[in-house]
């Protein structure tokens, strides 16, 4: 081994929060975000009714992007501990959250191991994440469809029209 380090991988990831104070809790995992990501960037918060979980508060929704060198089941344990500092219970499936945290998209890896599916696998439909990751990387290509994300947010919204 000559002791080169892999190049950082380009990440993004999905922030939600629609407990408390949803900007203190984004703005609590933006720096921890920081502590174990490089070249960091956050979108525009996005104020948004929920989906797909009933009847619960709106959500405060963003997406950073950064690089990491951590592998992809390390970079998903980091970010469910930055949700556990933040207060999130898990009481039910699609409960109430002080914070969410979602690996979207791993470079342009496709991933499938316990617990971690990326890229996420419902990004495509969810303006709530596609909304935010265009104002940062609207070029960025999913590794599943070959579409780049400007791409994809133009088919949500005309969707959801």
């Known amino acids: 081994m000559d002791g080169a380090v892999a190049p950082p991988i380009p990440v993004a990831i999905a922030l939600g929060s629609n407990l408390g104070n949803r900007e203190a809790h984004l703005a609590f995992a933006v720096g921890r975000l920081a502590g174990i990501l490089t070249n960091v960037r956050h979108s525009t918060w996005f104020d948004t009714a929920p989906v797909g979980v009933g009847a619960q508060p709106r959500y405060l929704n963003g997406v950073v992007?950064?690089?990491t060198s951590l592998a992809a089941p390390a970079l998903l344990q980091h970010l469910l501990?930055?949700?556990r500092e933040e207060?999130?219970?898990r009481p039910s499936p699609g409960a109430a959250r002080t914070l969410d945290l979602d690996l979207i998209l791993y470079g342009n890896a496709r991933l499938v191991a316990p617990g971690l599916m990326v890229p996420h696998?419902?990004?495509r439909e969810r303006l709530f994440v596609l909304e935010p990751l265009a104002e940062l990387e609207p070029g960025w290509v999913d590794p599943v469809s070959g579409d780049a994300v400007s791409?994809?947010?133009?088919?949500?919204?005309?969707r959801h029209a």
């Open 151 to 158: 791409v994809l947010l133009q088919r949500a919204r005309s």
């Open 87 to 89: 207060g999130r219970a």
């Open 81 to 83: 501990e930055i949700e």
């Open 121 to 123: 696998p419902r990004f």
């Open 65 to 67: 992007v950064g690089h």
